[in-house]
């Protein structure tokens, strides 16, 4: 089954640095690949997704790559903010959006000083 | 628009009883819902999928006699976690689908 691999576990900016994090997954039939936001004690919050048939997706300082030749997709985060320190999760999902289970990576804890 | 609520946000039980936590999409209609475990400083962990007018699906591992699906309509999913004992300590995340997957914002379950 699918697997998928998050990098790095902790992550330290200043504010106003760019933040990446990068997941690799192994099931080449994966086309969907969300990035979701959770705060302490909150529910996971969709951020920014893209499917395979696409190479990148940006919404305003939250963008997204992925590469299907090397399975692998990043989230890129610029000019970070005190707001954005939160715990971030990449996922996968081997169909369309519609029917397949989300696979999660181990997740980031990043933390964006002042 | 595709918010989720959960009710409710934490509950503490006495070891023994039995614990329902109601899970629902507010401005859309779900044939399929998802429950998910998240133990602290984990990932999430798929327990089972909802979906409406038919039995849940349970992923391996996870007692179905223990945690209880019933999805009865489009926008409402319900786990009840019966017989609760302490290691069921946890916090529980649902999430409902239309295209992407929306979560609701969890339940702290707290059994004594």
């Known amino acids: 089954g699918e697997n998928v691999e998050q990098h790095p576990s902790t992550l330290s900016v200043q504010e106003g640095d760019s933040a990446v994090i990068k997941c690799t997954y192994s099931?080449?039939?994966?086309?969907?690949f969300p990035w979701y936001k959770q705060e302490l004690g909150k529910g996971p919050q969709l951020i920014i997704d893209i499917r395979s048939n696409v190479g990148e997706k940006k919404d305003q300082r939250i963008a997204v790559t992925l590469n299907k030749t090397a399975k692998h997709f990043s989230l890129h985060i610029t000019e970070t903010q005190p707001e954005d320190s939160a715990v971030y999760f990449c996922?996968?999902?081997?169909?369309?959006?519609?029917?397949?289970?989300?696979?999660f990576g181990q997740g980031t804890t990043l933390q964006v000083k002042p | 628009g595709a918010v989720v609520s959960q009710h409710p946000s934490w509950v503490i039980c006495k070891s023994g009883t039995s614990v329902k936590i109601e899970c629902r999409s507010l401005?859309?209609?779900?044939?399929?819902m998802f429950w998910y475990r998240q133990f602290p400083k984990q990932s999430l962990m798929l327990m089972a999928t909802?979906?409406?007018?038919?039995?849940?699906?349970?992923e391996q591992g996870v007692e179905k006699d223990k945690f209880l699906i019933n999805h009865a309509s489009l926008t409402l999913s319900t786990l009840t976690v019966t017989s609760a004992h302490p290691e069921d300590s946890s916090f529980y995340i649902c999430?409902?689908?239309?295209?992407?997957?929306?979560f609701g914002p969890g339940t702290r379950l707290l059994v004594l």
């Open positions: 999430s409902a689908r239309q295209e992407a997957q929306y």
């Open positions: 099931d080449s039939a994966s086309n969907y």
């Open positions: 996922a996968a999902v081997r169909g369309s959006s519609n029917t397949g289970k989300l696979i």
């Open positions: 401005d859309f209609q779900a044939t399929t």
């Open positions: 909802s979906n409406e007018g038919s039995k849940a699906t349970y």
